[in-house]
């Protein structure tokens, strides 16, 4: 179980969706994160436990019209930053937020190393 916000539109986004998490935040309350674009790029920010913790770590200086948002309850990877949603592709181009299990993970994550994809979490996101 987690809680994901989404928002796109002309206010601050990462105010929106800091607020949206912390209604979500019965939802899952193992870490947080939000990832907030402009149209040029995506910054994520993430932290372990609460809302807060999150809020007191995002910089005055993340701008940008959308974004998206988690509270996580972890059941594959510790419970650290980096395991914390949302996750960045290599390229930075896109940021997911994912809610439950991947049942067969561990067979595509193979599949895919094997094909020269590198991993920097452990989730099954
Ligand atoms: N399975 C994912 C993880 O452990 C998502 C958990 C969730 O729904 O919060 O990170």
Not at 77 to 105: F, Q, R, T, W
Request: some cysteine; aromatic content about 6%.
């Amino acid at each position: 179980m987690c809680g994901i916000v989404g928002y796109s539109g002309k206010r601050s986004s990462s105010e929106v969706l800091l607020q949206g998490l912390k209604r979500l935040e019965y939802r899952g309350y193992d870490s947080a994160g939000i990832a907030v674009g402009d149209g040029t790029k995506i910054e994520v920010i993430k932290r372990t436990g609460k809302i807060k913790n999150l809020a007191a770590a995002v910089p005055d200086t993340v701008a940008g019209g959308f974004g998206i948002g988690h509270t996580r309850w972890a059941t594959h990877g510790v419970v650290n930053d980096l395991n914390a949603h949302p996750h960045m592709s290599a390229d930075g181009k896109i940021a997911i937020c994912h809610n439950g299990i991947i049942e067969n993970y561990l067979s595509l994550r193979d599949k895919l190393i094997s094909e020269g994809f590198e991993f920097k979490t452990e989730t099954d996101s």
